[in-house]
């Protein structure tokens, strides 16, 4: 029997890994791309989820950590370091584990949702609470990597994006083709670059790395890529970085985004936008994909489903395309919000709240 073997192991012949490296791999990638039916009713097209809450710690992150701790592995490293608002400390800390690394994550102090510090816990990660936010984290976990014997294993190291890009790569295998438009959330900015790498790989020759030979396209055109922030995070959108940054979304809630002029290129190149989205359309967006489509993720994944919501909205989707739509971490991730969901405390659309009953079949009935 066949099972998916990670995606160092399905695209070796696109990362950069040698034949004699040690593969750190939990089996991430092959996340399924599901059809949404309530979204492509709404915009008379097609659109599909990429349900990165399927990875082995419940996010995309785990695409790029196999290939950052095989490259830590690879280099010698004995520790790895990462700033983090949750999910890539929760990625580092499992990925460390297995190639019996020390890994310390440098966190947002009360800043970070309760499941992915649980996770770092559990991995018996070195958690270190900084006061202040992600772009402060990230700073001193630079200066760390380079004046301590610790690998960085955030966005900024390369292996990551190349281990990310392979997202957009199953996109195309599953579709046959690039969809027309790729929506996405922006935080840090390293994922909406990889996508892009991955997309502009996918639609040119490609020289198998270990036999030379040419490969043909796999795709015959690239997507259009729609980013979207949150509004009291989109340094991208307002042009400057946002030395407080504030939203729900706290995995995307950062000031100052690494892969900045990454994410611009990916906009300009593709034809596409980085636009901000409200705390208010990012829950809303969430509890759409609970209600209607019957996939749960943590509120920063919901934002490119409440970029498209809110696009439609302004008249902005032109119908009869494809749509491809990451939701990036698992609802587990940051429960809370299912409950808190200020839609669903409204006693919004159609939201039954718990009751509590008598141990009765016939109360439990009515
Ligand atoms: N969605 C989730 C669930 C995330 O955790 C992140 C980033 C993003 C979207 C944004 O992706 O940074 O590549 O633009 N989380 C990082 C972390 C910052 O530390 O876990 P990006």
């Not at 947002?108 to 006061?131: R, T």
């Not at 900024?156 to 199953?170: D, H, L, M, Y």
Request: proline fraction near 6%; aromatic fraction near 6%.
């Amino acid at each position: 029997a066949h099972q998916w073997r990670g995606v160092i192991r399905e695209y070796s012949d696109r990362l950069p890994v040698k034949e004699e490296d040690r593969i750190i791999t939990l089996g991430e990638g092959g996340t399924p791309l599901i059809h949404a039916p309530a979204l492509s009713d709404l915009v008379q097209g097609e659109v599909y989820l990429k349900v990165e809450g399927m990875n082995p710690t419940g996010s995309f992150k785990d695409r790029g950590m196999t290939m950052a701790i095989t490259a830590a592995v690879a280099q010698g490293a004995k520790a790895v370091v990462c700033a983090s608002t949750g999910n890539t400390s929760a990625s580092a800390a499992a990925y460390a584990t297995q190639a019996g690394l020390t890994c310390a994550v440098l966190i947002p102090a009360g800043k970070i949702a309760m499941g992915k510090l649980s996770q770092a816990v559990a991995h018996g990660a070195e958690i270190i609470q900084i006061d202040g936010n992600f772009d402060g984290c990230l700073e001193v976990a630079r200066k760390l990597a380079e004046n301590y014997p610790v690998f960085l294993v955030n966005s900024v190291n390369p292996s990551r994006i190349e281990g990310q890009k392979t997202a957009a790569f199953e996109v195309v295998d599953f579709l046959g083709e690039a969809p027309d438009y790729h929506l996405l959330p922006v935080g840090n900015a390293g994922n909406i670059t990889a996508y892009w790498k991955g997309y502009q790989e996918y639609s040119q020759p490609w020289t198998n790395q270990h036999t030379g030979a040419t490969v043909e396209p796999v795709a015959t055109r690239t997507p259009v890529m729609w980013g979207f922030q949150a509004a009291g995070a989109a340094p991208i959108v307002a042009g400057h970085p946002v030395t407080e940054p504030e939203t729900v979304a706290t995995a995307i809630r950062i000031g100052n985004p690494a892969s900045w002029e990454q994410a611009e290129a990916a906009r300009d190149t593709s034809g596409g936008v980085i636009e901000a989205v409200t705390d208010e359309q990012i829950l809303s967006a969430h509890r759409w994909l609970s209600a209607k489509e019957g996939v749960f993720v943590e509120p920063a994944s919901a934002s490119g489903v409440a970029g498209l919501l809110k696009k439609h909205a302004a008249g902005e989707v032109p119908a009869g395309k494809r749509w491809v739509i990451t939701v990036t971490g698992h609802g587990l991730k940051d429960p809370d919000w299912a409950i808190n969901n200020p839609e669903v405390v409204s006693g919004g659309t159609d939201y039954a709240a718990p009751t509590q009953v008598p141990q009765d079949v016939a109360t439990v009935a009515r």
